[in-house]
């Protein structure tokens, strides 16, 4: 047996709540559910406010405004880390240390890489006008794209944590049960983004 | 009793079958649902077809997408039913959360004060 398909003895523990499931993985699709609710409510926002904008002399055009291709190589970027850290974690489970660490840090630069040109497009709508203040249109695009920013940012860092945390024994039950919970914000961030991309973006 | 505990184990940490070969063919439907989706933007640009059916083809095709991502990404399909309660009970307030502040201030402009 190779290192990389060890376990580790001790870190077989699990957490069983009673229905029988990880209740570590049961708090973050609870965790998830509650972030739909708040993400469902920034877009409501966006969307409620959207004739308000329209009304006001201090209107400003989303369409004049919103780059859709660059808009489009961040939702490719976002989807492509999802793939990414799917494979992670069959990689994980499979107990392939080389192709986890490959598949995990793959998720991380795609995270920051959208990171990065989500700055670039915030930077480009400051020197165009758009601001937080500038206008109700600017105030609930901000609002909601920069929470979402901020998720991935957040995920990032928990990637990150993980992978530090496993990559010694990635297929423990508990490593792998790590990767997974990790992966499944990660995935969440994904799907707030194909909601953002064709509700804001596209519509 | 050990291989009940396995069992059991399996199922608690989300053993699934799919294999890479699948993962990246979930990927590749993706990234065609998203050239479509920018097409159909693109060549609306155009007034080709109504509004209203490109904001009806466009919910459809982004449905499809977050429904692939939350079936086979995040394993739901086919992983226990409490997890799908907890998210698509909140998803269901969410989407009607949604529609209802739509019908009830779509066009609305004294909302802001």
């Given amino acids: 047996m190779s290192e990389s398909s060890m376990i580790r003895p001790h870190a077989t523990t699990a957490h069983h709540t009673s229905l029988g499931v990880d209740n570590r993985k049961l708090g973050v699709w609870a965790f998830i559910g509650s972030e739909t609710l708040f993400f469902a409510t920034l877009i409501t926002t966006y969307f409620v406010f959207a004739p308000v904008n329209r009304a006001r002399p201090d209107f400003q055009d989303p369409r004049e405004f919103l780059d859709i291709e660059l808009t489009t190589v961040l939702a490719s970027i976002l989807l ?17 240390r080389r192709w986890f660490t490959t598949w995990l840090l793959a998720t991380v630069g ?37 929470f979402h920013g901020t ?53 | 009793m050990a291989g009940h505990h396995e069992e059991h184990s399996s199922h608690a940490h989300g053993e699934h079958s799919h294999s890479d070969r699948f993962y990246w063919l979930v990927a590749g439907v993706l990234a065609v649902v998203t050239a479509l989706e920018v097409g159909l933007f693109i060549v609306n640009e155009q007034h080709l077809i109504a509004k209203w059916l490109e904001v009806t083809l466009l919910l459809i095709l982004s449905t499809i997408k977050g429904a692939a991502v939350v079936m086979f990404f995040m394993h739901l399909k086919g992983d226990a039913g409490i997890f799908k309660f907890v998210f698509l009970v909140p998803l269901a307030f969410a989407t009607t959360l949604l529609l209802s502040f739509m019908v009830l201030f779509s066009e609305h402009v004294g909302i802001a004060g």
């Fill in chain 1, 151 to 203: 998720h991935v940012a957040i995920g990032v860092i928990w990637l990150l944590s993980v992978f530090f945390k496993v990559r010694t024994y990635p297929n423990s039950p508990e490593n792998a049960m790590d990767v997974e919970i990790a992966g499944l914000y990660w995935h969440f961030v994904d799907l707030v983004w194909v909601a953002i991309f064709v509700l804001v973006y596209l519509i």
């Fill in chain 1, 80 to 96: 492509a880390s999802s793939l990414t850290m799917v494979l992670a974690l069959s990689a994980s489970k499979r107990g392939d």
């Fill in chain 1, 110 to 146: 795609l995270g920051l890489a959208f990171i990065g040109g989500q700055v670039y497009e915030f930077n480009h709508l400051y020197h165009e006008g758009l601001t937080l203040s500038s206008s109700l249109f600017g105030t609930t695009f901000f609002v909601l794209t920069g």
